[in-house]
């Protein structure tokens, strides 16, 4: 189960033209955008890391939109965690539990989450808020994470995790946001 004062949510290189021609594209905004204001609702620190953002362009407006005050972390491996910009901030954080999402699900996102299990993190990957071009190619990543130990969940099931009780201002909130 996630625990609020142990998660912190990963955001992976949801940028230009990738992230418009990958499969469900409006459906991963939408999920993206709701798990992330869910997260700040709750409270949860976000880490956001660009590929190569010189070449791929930047996070999507509709995503970045909703990180405002923050700056994406760049690099250029595909394991973020081969990037010390990235372990500093995640060290910072202090916590342990890792949610991750964003693009693309056999690449970036799964050697992030490879990266990070292996750094003895608890790692939960986001279904519905994970995309690659093809289907086959999601898949793929997401059956290799759980194969690796990782837990698969959504969107509604990890704010729900961390909500942990249909009661005070951030249910409303979330419920409003969910509708």
Not at 52 to 81: N, R, W
Not at 108 to 125: F, N, R
Request: hydrophobic share 40%; proline share 3%; net charge negative.
């Amino acid at each position: 189960m996630l625990k609020g004062d142990q998660t912190v949510f990963v955001l992976v290189d949801v940028q230009g033209k990738l992230a418009r021609i990958v499969h469900e594209s409006e459906k991963l905004v939408k999920n993206l955008t709701d798990l992330i204001q869910g997260l700040q609702i709750l409270n949860i620190p976000i880490i956001w890391v660009e590929q190569y953002p010189e070449g791929l362009g930047p996070t999507l407006e509709e995503v970045s939109q909703h990180l405002e005050g923050m700056k994406p972390i760049p690099k250029l491996t595909f394991d973020a965690c081969k990037n010390e910009s990235f372990i500093q901030a995640l060290k910072k954080s202090g916590r342990t539990q890792i949610l991750v999402a964003g693009i693309e699900g056999h690449i970036c996102v799964h050697q992030t989450s490879m990266g990070l299990h292996d750094m003895g993190y608890e790692v939960q990957v986001v279904a519905d808020a994970i995309s690659s071009r093809t289907l086959e190619n999601k898949e793929i990543g997401l059956a290799k994470m759980k194969a690796a130990g990782m837990t698969i969940t959504s969107v509604e099931t990890a704010l729900f995790e961390i909500m942990h009780s249909a009661e005070g201002e951030q249910f409303k909130q979330l419920i409003k946001l969910l509708k």
